[in-house]
C-alpha cells in the first residue's frame, strides 16, 4: 500500500501554528515579568527610596498656642526624618505628638511630596489657681495654670495679668470643674473683666470683676443667661453704681 501523502500546505500551517503558539507564549512570559518588574520598582520606589522621603523642613506645625513648645513637636517630628510618606504612620505619630506638653488634639497629615501639616489644639490656660505650700514650691508657693478641663498647663510665681485668680477648696474636683465650666462659656469682652473667681461648692461660684463689683453667679446652669442678664445690667444706667449683682436667679436678677 502507497504511504499517505500530506499536503506541504497542511505542514505549513502547522508550523505556523506551533510558532504563533511560542510566540505567544514567550510574549505571555515577558508581560508577567515586566509587570512583577514594574510592580517591584514602583514599591521600592514609593516605600524604600528617597524620592518620597520626610523632609523635616516641608513640616507645617499651626496651632501651638502659648503653651506648646513647637520645638518638642518638631522633635517629635524629626525622629521620622528620611521616613517615606507612604510608610509614615501617622496615626503613631500623632499619639506620639500627643505626649508633648500642652497638647490637646493633634491632627497629622501628609502634604506630598515630602512634607507634612500638624495642626494642635493647645491646652490655653483659663484661670490661676494659687499653690499651696509644700516641698517641691520650696516655700514660695505660685500659681497653677489650668485649662478648661482642669489640667496644669503651667506655673508662675505671680499671677498674669488678666487670667482670672481661682479660689476653690483644695481637691474639690466639683467645684472646681463648676467654676472652670462658667469661664470657658464667657464673652472674651466680659472674660477680660474677671480678675477672679471663687466659690465654697459648685453652686456657689462669685466673680470679682477688675473695677471692683461682685458678681454672685450661683451654679454653672444657665450661663448663657446669666451672660446676657449681666451684660444688660451693666450696661443700664438703673444699675449704675452697684457693687453687687445677682444673676443666680437669672429671672429675678439682684443689684446692690
Same mark, same amino acid.
Given at each position: 500500500?502507497?504511504?499517505?501523502?500530506?499536503? +506541504?500546505?497542511?505542514?505549513?500551517?502547522?508550523?505556523?501554528?506551533?510558532?504563533?503558539?511560542?510566540?505567544?507564549?514567550?510574549?505571555?512570559?515577558?508581560?508577567?515579568?515586566?509587570?512583577?518588574?514594574?510592580?517591584?520598582?514602583?514599591?521600592?520606589? %514609593? %516605600?524604600?527610596?528617597?524620592?518620597?522621603?520626610?523632609?523635616?523642613?516641608?513640616?507645617?506645625?499651626?496651632?501651638?498656642?502659648?503653651?506648646?513648645?513647637?520645638?518638642?513637636?518638631?522633635?517629635?517630628?524629626?525622629?521620622?526624618?528620611?521616613?517615606?510618606?507612604?510608610?509614615?504612620?501617622?496615626?503613631?505619630?500623632?499619639?506620639?505628638?500627643?505626649?508633648?506638653?500642652?497638647?490637646?488634639?493633634?491632627?497629622? +497629615?501628609?502634604?506630598?511630596?515630602?512634607?507634612?501639616?500638624?495642626?494642635?489644639?493647645?491646652?490655653?490656660?483659663?484661670?490661676?489657681?494659687?499653690?499651696?505650700s509644700s516641698a517641691a514650691t520650696h516655700g514660695a508657693p505660685g500659681f497653677a495654670l489650668l485649662d478648661m478641663d482642669g489640667v496644669q498647663v503651667g506655673r508662675v510665681d505671680a499671677a498674669p495679668e488678666g487670667l482670672p485668680v481661682v479660689d476653690v477648696p483644695v481637691g474639690d474636683k466639683r467645684t472646681l470643674t463648676a467654676v472652670l465650666s462658667v469661664l470657658q462659656r464667657l464673652p472674651v469682652e466680659l472674660l477680660a473683666q474677671v480678675g477672679g473667681v471663687s466659690a465654697r461648692t459648685q453652686d456657689t461660684v462669685t466673680m470679682s470683676l477688675r473695677d471692683g463689683v461682685r458678681v454672685d453667679w450661683g451654679s454653672a446652669s444657665e450661663t448663657p443667661l446669666k451672660i446676657a442678664v449681666l451684660s444688660a445690667l451693666r450696661a443700664s444706667p438703673a444699675a449704675a453704681g452697684a457693687t453687687v449683682i445677682d444673676v443666680s436667679a437669672p429671672r429675678l436678677p439682684i443689684t446692690k
Open positions: 500500500m502507497a504511504p499517505p501523502v500530506v499536503s +506541504t500546505s497542511s505542514v505549513a500551517r502547522f508550523a505556523e501554528r506551533s510558532r504563533a503558539r511560542r510566540n505567544l507564549a514567550r510574549r505571555q512570559v515577558l508581560l508577567v515579568a515586566g509587570s512583577v518588574l514594574a510592580v517591584g520598582s514602583l514599591g521600592w520606589l %514609593l %516605600l524604600l527610596s528617597p524620592v518620597l522621603a520626610l523632609e523635616p523642613a516641608q513640616v507645617v506645625v499651626e496651632g501651638a498656642g502659648t503653651v506648646v513648645a513647637v520645638d518638642q513637636v518638631r522633635g517629635v517630628i524629626d525622629a521620622h526624618a528620611s521616613t517615606p510618606l507612604p510608610r509614615l504612620d501617622t496615626v503613631r505619630l500623632r499619639d506620639q505628638v500627643l505626649d508633648v506638653p500642652g497638647v490637646r488634639e493633634a491632627r497629622v +497629615t501628609r502634604s506630598w511630596p515630602h512634607g507634612l501639616v500638624v495642626v494642635l489644639v493647645a491646652r490655653e490656660p483659663v484661670a490661676a489657681v494659687p499653690e499651696q
